[in-house]
T-cell receptor, first 113, second 114 residues
Framework: DGGITQSPKYLFRKEGQNVTLSCEQN?????MYWYRQDPGQGLRLIYY???????QKGDIAEGYSVSREKKESFPLTVTSAQKNPTAFYLC????????????FGPGTRLLVL | AQTVTQSQPEMSVQEAETVTLSCTYD???????LFWYKQPPSRQMILVIR??????QNATENRFSVNFQKAAKSFSLKISDSQLGDAAMYFC???????????FGTGTSLTVIP
């Protein structure tokens, strides 16, 4: 079955620690995205990538980093510089251009210890 | 950047009744795509319906239909014969035909009353 997987489902971060959230897709989509969702709020774009080895900052990129070494994978690192990382993180992908639909993974819940 | 506005933070509907969720957007483009997504308590985002701006005909998917008013930049979602499983957060989204970035509204929380 084609789809987007995110792991882990829950992640705990200690003070000063970097953590990495995984996102993998087998839909052969070119573009991939990371969103942050806080309680009662909509989706805010952190980073997106339209092609391998290229990515652009979204609205709230500070304290986060990404890489895109493979078409299928777009991991997100939450660095120690992100002072308020507790949130729900959603990964998504879509076909380049043509107004394609954005498909989402199941999400990762990040909590700070 | 385009903006998407959902002016109803919460809505409720009786089971088997009809409810309409509102969405407006701001854009200077003529070619774009609009979406409604559903986020149930599991938090998995699910596509409900998609509309191409160049099509005058309103999209429908079973009990879900849209009222797309391009001149008014309005894109409302109508849910007919509401079911308990329709209870969720609903997000309206915009995508330009020229780019890959999506813009989301802040969502409407729908409660279905048995």
């Amino acid at each position: 079955d084609g789809g987007i997987t995110q792991s882990p489902k829950y992640l705990f971060r200690k003070e000063g620690q970097n953590v990495t959230l995984s996102c993998e897709q087998n839909l052969n989509h070119d573009a991939m995205y990371w969103y942050r969702q806080d309680p009662g709020q909509g989706l805010r774009l952190i980073y997106y990538s339209q092609i391998v080895n290229d990515f652009q900052k979204g609205d709230i990129a500070e304290g986060y980093s990404v890489s895109r070494e493979k078409k299928e994978s777009f991991p997100l690192t939450v660095t120690s510089a992100q002072k308020n990382p507790t949130a729900f993180y959603l990964c998504a992908s879509t076909i380049q251009g043509t107004g394609g639909t954005q498909y989402f993974g199941p999400g990762t819940r990040l909590l700070v210890l | 950047a385009q903006t998407v506005t959902q002016s109803q933070p919460e809505m409720s509907v009786q089971e088997a009744e009809t409810v309409t969720l509102s969405c407006t957007y701001d854009t200077s483009e003529s070619d774009y795509y609009l979406f409604w997504y559903k986020q149930p308590p599991s938090r998995q985002m699910i596509l409900v319906i998609r509309q191409e701006a160049y099509k005058q005909q309103n999209a429908t998917e079973n009990r879900f239909s849209v009222n797309f008013q391009k001149a008014a930049k309005s894109f409302s979602l109508k849910i007919s014969d509401s079911q308990l499983g329709d209870a969720a957060m609903y997000f309206c989204a915009y995508r330009s035909a020229r780019g890959n970035q999506f813009y989301f509204g802040t969502g409407t929380s729908l409660t279905v009353i048995p």
